[in-house]
């Protein structure tokens, strides 16, 4: 979300501009992975949808994303989340939230999906559900559930589930047998050093060298906008491989 306000309002006003006539009655969506906190303070009637995943299933498809280079920082992306969360729900009403999960919208993709468009106050469509029609994305795959068990090895199981503790099950998922691991100093300096080699190796692979070296130094400069070229040429590279 952004910090001004402003902006993303001038942006939905614009987007809604484009509408045909006749068609005005526009449904607004924010996807947020955090940012939750201030999408409240400028919009105190959104409805939530609050989603979930298995954080073991989270953690990978982080290294997948390129967020990070280790199950154990891939996590924390999940953790800020369900942090974030349980300090916004308090001050949602509960008529205007909704819990959906990952593996059930999965496994029972019209049934939810039908209880989504009804908290939205939106008509349910089948046609939603032929996406795989006009995208490249395929039909729900049962098997994206709990991938996790084969993929995930036993010690990276026990450093995802001792960093994400209590949150865990109080998410409803079950630990996985080992015990939870907190790594120590040594261990925890050197996760960090594979993580950050391996996300750099990432962008590299997928940006090049110039522009991800740009934007770095720029961030550690504190000058921002002599990364923006560069951003730009890499956002124009996300969007060629979006499906």
């Not at 996807?31 to 954080?55: C, I, S, T, Y």
């Not at 982080?62 to 349980?86: F, L, P, R």
């Not at 504190?222 to 990364?227: D, K, S, V």
Request: aromatic share 8%; glycine share 8%.
């Amino acid at each position: 979300v952004a910090d001004d306000p402003r902006e993303v309002l001038d942006g939905m006003l614009a987007r809604l501009a484009q509408v045909p006539d006749g068609k005005a009655d526009a449904t607004f969506v924010f996807m947020l992975h955090r940012g939750l906190e201030k999408a409240l303070r400028m919009f105190p009637d959104l409805r939530v949808v609050h989603m979930l995943r298995d954080p073991r299933d989270v953690a990978r498809s982080s290294i997948g994303m390129g967020w990070a280079g280790t199950v154990y920082h891939g996590v924390g992306h999940w953790i800020e989340t369900e942090e974030e969360w349980d300090r916004a729900a308090p001050r949602i009403p509960p008529d205007r939230t909704m819990e959906l999960r990952y593996e059930q919208l999965v496994s029972r993709g019209r049934e939810v999906l039908e209880a989504v468009c009804d908290f939205a106050g939106l008509p349910f469509d089948p046609q939603m559900l032929d996406y795989d029609r006009h995208t490249t994305y395929g039909r729900p795959d049962a098997q994206m559930i709990e991938q996790w068990r084969q993929k995930v090895s036993p010690r990276d199981l026990a450093l995802v589930e001792g960093r994400t503790g209590g949150l865990l099950v109080a998410r409803g998922y079950l630990p996985s047998g080992p015990a939870p691991v907190t790594p120590g100093p040594l261990w925890r300096l050197w996760l960090g050093a594979l993580d950050r080699s391996r996300v750099w190796r990432y962008r590299v692979s997928r940006y090049g060298l110039a522009d991800p070296l740009l934007l770095a130094l720029a961030r550690r400069l504190g000058i921002p906008r002599i990364g923006h070229r560069a951003q730009a040429r890499i956002d124009a590279k996300v969007r060629r491989c979006v499906k």
